[in-house]
């Protein structure tokens, strides 16, 4: 890890950073559950099971202070109505945020507390999202042919509580609608108990 | 301040963020004593004291897990060999990060330690640099004409130090050379008593 200011290409010449401690490509089996269309997501896991998003980070010690900070890309890619998306999670300790800047094509964040509030930002080039603290988040890709890549900084004592999102879903599904989207409640989604 | 999860464009049509909470335009009689050139910082005093830098940054509450970001502009100029350029600052918790993403222009942010070390990366659109915990950081425009834009986070409790700086300066003074630029000691840079 290094301990000296450092500095790296964000999207390298082969779409990917110039430099990175690690790199997650996560396929699409990794987020059974999530979509709604049951038959679509098995088709798609019989059709080889793309990888649905990749992670490139720096690894920073986990400890208050330090900025884990990478480059997220989710493909293009359609399960039934839903788009490609990520896992999504909470961060192991609430009280902390995250920020999201879009590099690239066009999606959404979509996020939620505990509370059961929710809430979607939209991601184009050039737009920062900001993930107050206790809000669990999604990114979604819009696109049927282009990636959806963002830049992500969080602060390293984080953590990631991927077991709420896993078990009870998002509150909401985005679906692709002619022209656009829409928001829909998730039949699936159950409450965090208080 | 926001308490929900809310989204801005970075670089809105105007050259400034689309939303913010705060506007710092900083003039050059504010870098006093930072150049090395007195007669020509004088000088360009006398001619109208230009805003050598803006800071556009989003409020968020001074806390940890609480990540500020926001813009910064450094707009071209010179003062004798030396490039305009911010003041520069430690955190006021030195074990507090900063990450920096290169938006347009080309620079440096030139940093260093407490412990003398001393450290330049360069900025062009693209580029991120990590400012590790407990290193000092200073934007510098190399450019003739053109803004240094870049996007920064930070950790909200990090607070800034300044009069560390304001009274000692940095080690290192980045001049322009023919073809690029030089690295030079500051005479009149004097040490952290340990």
Not at 101 to 121: F, I, T
Not at 162 to 183: D, H, N, P, Q, W
Request: with cysteine.
């Amino acid at each position: 890890m290094k301990t000296q200011p450092f500095a790296f290409e964000l999207l390298g010449a082969e779409g990917a950073a110039s430099q990175y401690d690690s790199h997650l490509a996560r396929r699409l089996s990794a987020l059974a559950g999530q979509f709604s269309d049951q038959p679509a997501f098995e088709a798609a896991l019989r059709q080889g099971d793309p990888v649905a998003y990749e992670v490139y980070s720096m690894a920073r010690p986990e400890q208050p202070g330090e900025l884990s900070h990478g480059l997220s890309i989710v493909h293009p890619g359609r399960i039934g109505s839903e788009y490609f998306m990520t896992k999504g999670h909470f961060h192991a300790v609430r009280e902390t945020a995250e920020v999201y800047h879009c590099l690239k094509g066009r999606g959404a964040l979509l996020m939620e507390n505990e509370a059961g509030d929710w809430a979607l930002e939209e991601f184009r080039p050039g737009r920062v999202v900001y993930v107050t603290p206790g809000w669990a988040h999604r990114s979604i890709n819009f696109s049927e042919h282009d990636d959806l890549v963002t830049f992500f900084v969080y602060p390293s004592h984080a953590g990631h509580d991927y077991a709420t999102i896993e078990s009870r879903g998002f509150r909401k599904l985005v679906l692709r609608e002619a022209g656009g989207y829409r928001i829909a409640d998730n039949p699936r989604w159950s409450p965090v108990p208080l």
